[in-house]
């Protein structure tokens, strides 16, 4: 069966973890996408531990070009007029310096989607600042609201600024192409997204609350403001158990596993709303339970009770759980350096346009002929001289 993005064609010149995660996904659904890089050096996750570049950039095509030299330049733009999108993470302004404005880019290729992604946008104080996703994480408010009460703010140890634009980046995309031919727009379009965005986006209405009540939400750990009981709660063994019963149903079926039915009538406990009032002493009643306990024994009682709990996993307990191996949650790619590579596999499931892992991410320019060759008809005389001088 096609892949939904079979025959799109993308040019992919971003950087990293946000670049590698939008092209990656990409790729997945079926998508021609070329990882193009700077010869000799290519991405700098290629300097990272082996698996990073094997995940990122899965399913992709390499081919080396140097951009900051007018034949290089030149040969995107032919590229370009190929392509179907063309996705960047520079500093604002650098494909401007190359001659490579979306002005410029369009007047070749109308139809080209061009996606500018940049730490804090294509305009704007500041506009010309490194944006890494550490930075972002601070600013967006993110991290001051992740930790507890008496720790200081906490980063992820997950670029979870990058993941989060690379969703967003791959979602913009698909917009752009929906008004390009489904909708008859038949042109292109430039999107600027800015790193720092979707993660603001996604932390929730922080912005409505402190405008209409002026409300700042504070570090909570794993406790929550809008529902209770939630939290992490150690077990008997050491183990640990994430809950979250916020409806009155399942508050019940929890008190009732616990051997606490006393709880659902107290008045105390008799709504969310109420629990959320009471819930340092709720909370402090739910974790002495549950420390009396082994963590098997904790979940077969919530599991035979309908609980919404699970034990906290590390990676070595989800590659070893049967519900995730019958999903087929990792797969192992074959890799010519390591044989296999175990990644995570493609989500969602689709039932008519399935997505795949192609191959693992391939060594530096090992299509640059190829996409040469096939894309602008370059043979192999022309570039050997290109490889000769540089360009290539």
């Not at 002493?281 to 009682?301: F, K």
């Not at 309908?306 to 590390?314: L, N």
């Amino acid at each position: 069966m096609a892949a939904p993005l079979e025959g799109v064609k993308v040019l992919d010149l971003t950087r990293l973890i946000v670049g590698g995660f939008y092209g990656m996904l990409l790729a997945d659904a079926g998508a021609e996408v070329v990882k193009v890089e700077v010869p000799g050096r290519g991405d700098t996750l290629r300097a990272w531990k082996p698996s990073w570049w094997k995940v990122y950039g899965r399913g992709k095509k390499s081919m080396t070009l140097a951009l900051n030299r007018p034949a290089g330049q030149e040969i995107l733009k032919e590229l370009a007029s190929k392509a179907d999108v063309l996705a960047e993470n520079f500093f604002p302004g650098k494909l401007e310096s190359w001659g490579l404005s979306p002005e410029e880019l369009h007047e070749i290729n109308p139809r080209l989607v061009i996606v500018r992604i940049s730490g804090w946008g294509q305009d704007g104080p500041y506009r010309d600042r490194p944006g890494f996703g550490t930075l972002v994480e601070a600013a967006s408010g993110f991290s001051a609201i992740n930790g507890f009460p008496d720790s200081p703010p906490l980063l992820p140890p997950i670029p979870i600024a990058d993941m989060t634009a690379g969703l967003y980046g791959v979602s913009s995309t698909m917009f752009a192409l929906y008004h390009r031919d489904a909708l008859g727009g038949g042109k292109g379009q430039v999107i600027d997204l800015a790193l720092y965005e979707p993660l603001f986006t996604i932390i929730g209405p922080y912005a409505a609350e402190f405008a209409l009540s002026g409300k700042k939400y504070g570090r909570t750990g794993n406790l929550s403001e809008n529902s209770s009981p939630r939290n992490c709660y150690p077990t008997k063994d050491g183990r640990w158990i994430a809950i979250s019963a916020s409806t009155q149903p399942m508050f019940e079926r929890l008190a009732i596993c616990l051997d606490r039915s006393d709880l659902i009538p107290n008045p105390r406990f008799e709504s969310n709303n109420a629990r959320v009032a009471n819930n340092p002493a709720l909370d402090e009643i739910v974790a002495g339970e549950i420390r009396t306990r082994s963590c098997e024994e904790n979940m077969r009682r919530f599991t035979e009770g309908g609980v919404t709990a699970m034990p906290v996993y590390d990676i070595e307990d989800i590659l070893a759980d049967p519900h995730f191996q019958a999903r087929e949650l990792v797969k192992n790619i074959p890799d010519p350096d390591f044989g296999e590579v175990p990644m995570q596999n493609v989500t969602p499931r689709m039932s008519k346009t399935p997505l795949d892992i192609r191959w693992t991410g391939p060594p530096l320019g090992a299509h640059t002929d190829e996409i040469l060759s096939s894309w602008i008809g370059i043979g192999p005389d022309r570039a050997g001289e290109l490889r000769s001088e540089g360009i290539i």
